[in-house]
């Protein structure tokens, strides 16, 4: 499984964004997916997240400005950013939980990231 995210890029102080992160692959199935961001020096930390069946999670500090959500059919996910502010600066990641089941019965189960896209926020 591979994941591809785009999105990212210079918005202004109370501005919009939308990420997008799809999978591809072979054999595969995706479960939970979800976005983490990670500054320069920290860690990586939880931003929103979604189960196969909907169910949100999201960060205190997005909650309210920030949507996740995911097109099934077509394994990707979303996080619509809106009233940006300067402190959501931060190199942004998506995630995936994955099964791989092939032909010859070996089954493969874990956890993929995406590349990072950048989100900077002007103030």
């Known amino acids: 499984v591979q994941l591809q995210a785009s999105g990212g890029g210079l918005v202004q102080a109370g501005g919009s964004l939308r990420l997008s992160c799809a999978a591809s692959?072979?054999?595969?199935?995706?479960?939970?997916m979800g976005w983490y961001r990670q500054a320069p020096g920290k860690e990586r930390e939880l931003v929103a997240a979604?189960?196969?069946?909907?169910?949100?999670n999201y960060a205190d500090s997005v909650k309210g400005r920030f949507t996740i959500s995911r097109d099934s059919a077509k394994n990707t996910v979303y996080l619509q950013m809106n009233s940006l502010k300067p402190e959501d600066t931060d190199v942004y990641y998506c995630?995936?939980?994955?099964?791989?089941?092939?032909?010859?019965?070996?089954?493969?189960?874990?956890?993929?990231w995406g590349q990072g896209t950048l989100v900077t926020v002007s103030s």
């Open positions: 995630n995936a939980d994955y099964v791989e089941n092939y032909p010859d019965g070996t089954v493969v189960v874990g956890r993929k």
């Open positions: 692959g072979s054999h595969f199935s995706i479960n939970d």
């Open positions: 979604i189960t196969t069946s909907g169910r949100t």
